[in-house]
Nanobody, 121 residues
Framework: QVQLVESGGGLVQAGGSLRLSCGASGRTGSSYTMGWFRQAPGKEREFVAA???????YYADSVKARFTIRRDFARDMVYLHMNSLKPEDTAVYYCAASRTASKSKGDYDYWGQGTQVTVSS
């Protein structure tokens, strides 16, 4: 089992920045791809970014060049640095872990409880 806990959400103005953190515990770490997903009200949960076991990141087109995902293997942490935030980035952001490198939420086995990000215009 892997337990994931997110933190760092909040309210920010458009154009601002936030950093989300996700701590993992249990059977963790280097064997899992770590990803971030988000879900806005009335919408499907969607892929945001992920970083694999070799620390290679990949992103959704909507956040590329604005968001950066980083992984600290020693601390079992993954971070999502979000810059140039837009109102459409408003959502609950979830950290997740997968045994495969994937952008599909169905491939992720473990999920955090989510953290709210609200971007005001």
């Amino acid at each position: 089992q892997v337990q994931l806990v997110e933190s760092g959400g909040g309210l920010v103005q458009a154009g601002g920045s936030l950093r989300l953190s996700c701590g993992a515990s249990g059977r963790t770490g280097s064997s899992y791809t770590m990803g971030w997903f988000r879900q806005a009200p009335g919408k499907e949960r969607e892929f945001v970014a992920a970083v694999g076991v070799r620390a290679i990141p990949y992103y959704a087109d909507s956040v590329k060049a604005r968001f950066t995902i980083r992984r600290d293997f020693a601390r079992d942490m993954v971070y999502l640095h979000m810059n140039s935030l837009k109102p459409e980035d408003t959502a609950v952001y979830y950290c997740a872990a997968s045994r495969t490198a994937s952008k599909s939420k169905g491939d992720y086995d473990y999920w955090g409880q989510g953290t709210q990000v609200t971007v005001s215009s």
